[in-house]
């Protein structure tokens, strides 16, 4: 196949196989736009190198030297020739954006002669050596391991050897004094053709470095696809004041306001804005100093949004007052960003509904669900810096990636303060609650990175003094922060503040309003709330919840003086003592239940019968047994005799579930009647309500069958006594794989079938849900799992158990609701393969409704 294609020979639908970056420079180029010519080195190629053990395919060079030789042409200008130099960019490329994470190396194809040649080329020394130093730096750092500190160091050392202070200062004859002391550091190769070589190789190496790989594993990117080399013209924004580097958005990426945004510098390579090492300016900047460049990179960014109907994110570099693109592609953004941006490209006529629906992710819309700071509460303002992820966030000081993974790992909450952040520090900025940087603009690694995670962040904070090496910053106020001080960042204002201020519930907006009725228009599968309290059930109405999922009737009976209540009943000896306290528990539950009912009212709410083993309930301490002992009036001798005999050896597959309801009838019939009698009191008060009732951790039909005498029996009494109907159902959850694989014999019994998948993934697995944690992590880590089946439906295993379950109950008989309630109802991926089964809803808690409104949404359209 072939394997090297020309700017001029792909398009933006070649991402797989060319890389986002490759894909987008074809695209500019036949679109007309200044692209410096170049060629693409497929990923394709790339997977076999790998897969010849790291080894170029040995006609690669042959193929790409015919490339090479037309870019010359176009050029006008030789690589390797010293009276007419061509030099190169060597840049990674993965089917899907991985910004900063693998390397480019700038400049290639200069040595010695070549560099002198280039000065008198150009006429232009200082600009020459200025390359040559970064070509010689960047290429012993990337090719051949060479830390690139090393390489600053020595620039610090002359530059303070020789009073200076910038770059700027900096004088040809200075350069060459630089590059003589790199080249005791390292011995590259002269040859422009063997350093391409090396190039594209470390270029694929590139594609297997930690922090790729973390950045793969944080955003679910494959590791096959394998990167492109896109071997490119330089251009030159560090040839003088007439030049410079810039990178853009279409729109405002923090807001998603339909403003041109973006950052400019004088007289830099591009690696330079990116790096953040420099703080730089407006690109209104560039609207003073050189218009004509402005009104083209004005027009091209118009352009390329109406063209790729998304906006973009560009680099751009200007020589010598010309304008050239150096990159488009779809531009990172925050949730709010997000969200405006797809409501008003549909206001704009450029997309539609549905493909707006595709544009905002669940970590999108959580953004609306993030806290911000309280505007009222702000005080002590120590320092403001550039507002570049939106968020409130409160944690304490650390100064490395290292730190505060060691701080989190306790469970502490961390402000991750850096005078600039690269990509090794990835690890860090995953675990911080906030981040901080002295340096950079809204477009640095630290801004674009925190944005992507939806971490709040402020960049450039440039009042602020970081001292690394005693573990403090102080402004210039004179205000000193310490490592371990606790510190509130507004990273939607910019403002860093002292000690934790308050944060409030993060707001909707229209936007997110409208997007959200879209997504209700446009999807099958229903959304409901797992919730218990009155105030979950409302929060969960208002967020869209369209009835209840689940409710948890133990955790009704938690409360202080309720749980006295049934730790008396569990312990009674005879059944008429047992009756006296369910009487009582019978009127707590009945009132939640009509509050339930009141909140959703109209809407289906679905009680779960009493679950947990018994003994959950029972007091365990010594001064506990004495107060449940003192309150029932019975020796602590008799408690302690009652507790240990219910203790079990393997509570999670003992004695709960219907197992309760089989060996205690009276428990179920006082819940029954709970229900009911809140259902009738609900009717009597104008509300509509529609009780549900499950029975859990079923395995057999004559389970469900002697359980569903007792509810109706339950339930006809209480009608019959109050004289008023009420519509309810009665079904089952699925979460034995016993219950799963025998769906058509409980098929005839239930109207509806809830997957309780978190039992079921246990069950199915033989992995306990509360000790995962201890292997867990090395089952991913080892890839013997792809992800934490608790945390995404395994669909292989439990989730063909869900299909039987459906199939073969719905050929025996129609019209049974299918839900599902357990943590899975709220991952998009599993909501994804729910509606693929043709289930009716999912049920999850209430602030995971409108992501999962989204992902319904999403997975029909
Ligand atoms: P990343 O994937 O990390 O964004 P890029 O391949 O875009 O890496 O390269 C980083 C920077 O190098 C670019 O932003 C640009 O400023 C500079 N660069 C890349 N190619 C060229 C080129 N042909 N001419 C001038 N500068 C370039
Ligand atoms: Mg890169
Ligand atoms: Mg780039």
Known sequence: ?????????????????????????????????????????????????????????????????????????????????????????????????????????????????????????TNNPRFAY?????????????????????????????????????????????????????????????????????????????WHTPRAIIYREMNNIADTLGTAVNVQAMVFGNFGDDSGSGVAFTRNPSTGEKMFFG??????????????????????????????????????????????????????????????????RSGKRTGRAAVKIAVDM??????????????????????????????????DIVATGLPASPGGA?????????????????GRSVILVRRETTPEDIHGMKVAAGILTELGGMTSHAAVVARGMGVCAITGCGTLSINYADGSAHTDDGVVLKRGDTITLDGTSGEVMLGDIPKIEASSSDDFQTLLSWADKHRRLKVRANAETPEDAAKARELGAEGIGLCRTEHMFFEATRIEKMRAMILSESKEERQQYLDELLEFQRQDMLELFRAMDGL??????????????????????????????????????ITEGLSEVNP???????????????????????????????????IKPMPEIMIPLVVNVREIRLITEIIDRGVQEVLRERQVSVPYKVGTMMETPRATLGADRLAPEVEFMSFGTNDLTQMTYGFSRDDVGKFIPSYIEKKIVDSDPFVSLDQRAVGRLMEMAVQESRRVKKGIKYGICGEHGGDPRSIRFCHNLGLDYVSCSPYRVPIARMAAAQAHV
């Open 263 to 328: 950052e400019f510098l004088f007289n830099a390579a591009g690696e330079d804005v990116v790096a953040g090492i420099r703080t730089p300016l407006p690109v209104d900047a560039l609207k003073e100093r050189q218009p004509d460049v402005y009104e083209e990179l004005y027009k091209t960014q118009a352009l390329l949004e109406k063209h790729y109907r998304d906006m973009q994110d560009l680099e751009f570099t200007v020589q010598e007052g010309r304008f050239y693109m150096l990159q488009t």
């Open 652 to 686: 999670m597959l003992g004695f709960r579930g219907c197992r309760l309801s089989i060996v205690y009838p009276e428990i179920t019939e006082m819940q029954v009647k709970a229900i009911m009698t809140a259902a009738v009191d609900a009717v009597e008060q104008g």
């Open 130 to 206: 200025d390359s040559y130093r970064r070509f010689i730096s960047m290429f012993a750092d990337v090719v051949m391991g060479v830390p690139g500190e090393k390489f600053e160091h020595e620039i610090e050392k002359y530059k303070q050897a020789h009073g200076k202070t910038f770059d700027v200062d900096m004088s040809a004859e200075d350069w060459q004094e630089v590059i003589s002391i790199y080249k005791t550091l390292v011995d590259f190769p002269e040859d422009p053709f063997q350093q391409l070589k090396m190039a594209v190789e470390a270029v694929f190496q590139s």
């Open 604 to 641: 289906p709410v679905t009680i779960r019968l009493l679950d947990p083993p018994l003994h959950e309930f029972l007091p365990h301490e010594e001064h506990e047994m004495q107060a449940l002992a003192d309150a029932v009036g019975k020796p602590l001798e008799k408690i302690r005799e």
């Open 394 to 410: 409160t944690g304490e000081i650390v100064f490395s990636a290292e730190e505060a993974e060691e701080v989190a790992s306790q």
């Open 1 to 121: 196949a072939k394997r090297v294609y020309l700017f001029s020979e792909g398009n933006k639908d070649d991402r797989e196989l060319l890389g986002g970056k490759g894909a987008n420079l074809c695209e500019m180029t036949s679109m007309g736009l200044p692209v410096p010519f170049g060629f693409v080195i497929t990923t394709a190629t790339c997977r076999e190198y790998f897969q010849a053990g790291n080894k170029l395919p040995s006609l690669l060079e042959q193929e790409y030297r015919v490339a090479l030789d037309l870019v010359e042409k176009k050029m006008g200008a030789r690589f390797g020739d010293p009276e007419n130099p061509l030099l190169f960019s060597v840049r990674s490329g993965a089917p899907v954006s991985m910004p900063g994470m693998m390397n480019t190396i700038l400049n290639l194809g200069l040595n010695d002669e070549i560099a002198a040649g280039l000065a008198v080329k």
């Open 346 to 379: 549909v206001g704009e006529g450029l997309i539609n509904e549905k493909e707006a629906l595709m544009r905002v992710s669940p970590e999108h819309v959580e953004a609306f669900l993030h806290p911000t700071v309280d505007p009222q509460a702000k005080t």
